[in-house]
Structure formats: C-alpha cells, structure tokens
C-alpha cells in the first residue's frame, strides 16, 4: 500500500532552520506531483510548496525566498528546507503525492516559538 512518512518536525525558535523529509513507498515515485500542506489550530490546510515529475516548483507566497522544496527520486524522498521561521509558520505539515488520486502522509509538528 501507499506510504508517506514525514519527519524532521520540532520546536525551534524564530529565525531557525528545519528540514523536513518525506519517504514514499508503493508509488512510482517519480512520476507523481509531490506537496508539502500545513494545517494550524482552527485553520484550514493549506498547501505550503510544491514539485511536479519535473522538477517545477511552486510555493505560497507567505514562504517564498524561505523555504524550499526538492526531491531525490533515487531515494523516493521529498525535502522541504525551511530558514527563518516564523511564529506563524507554526501547524502540522502534511506531505502529499498527486496523480490521479491524492496521497497523504500522518503529519509532523513544526512549532516556532521562543
């Protein structure tokens, strides 16, 4: 069956830096249009940056020129480098695989408070 798993979430303080992972598994990875969403407290997910098969990108405007998203389809994994967090970068990131049906993984926690 299909597997998203992220990691790399935690609590870091404004202005620092995560990566977060996501492996993919029972997907031909490389053809499938890859996400990173974010859901905060009592809002709605929201897609944060994403990467087609080609390698296009594209990204929310609260986080362009800090984050970026990359992938290495030799190791079924998609990144996303986050520099100069905000406090209101704080939610939960869901990774995301897109063909013709939508994939998500569980989530990891990204907290931004000092």
């Known amino acids: 069956q299909v597997q998203l798993v992220e990691s790399g979430g935690g609590l870091v303080q404004p202005g620092g830096s995560l990566r977060l992972s996501c492996a993919a598994s029972?997907?031909?990875?490389?053809?499938?249009?890859m996400g990173w969403y974010r859901q905060a407290p009592g809002k709605q997910r929201e897609l944060v940056a994403a990467?087609?098969?080609?390698?296009?990108?594209n990204y929310a405007d609260s986080v362009k020129d800090r984050f970026t998203i990359s992938r290495d389809n030799a190791k079924n994994t998609v990144y996303l480098q986050m520099n100069s967090l905000k406090p209101e970068d704080t939610a939960v990131y869901y990774c995301n695989a897109q063909r013709k049906l939508p994939f998500w993984g569980q989530g990891t926690q990204v907290t931004v408070s000092s």
């Open positions: 029972g997907i031909i990875f490389s053809i499938y249009a």
């Open positions: 990467i087609t098969s080609g390698g296009s990108t």
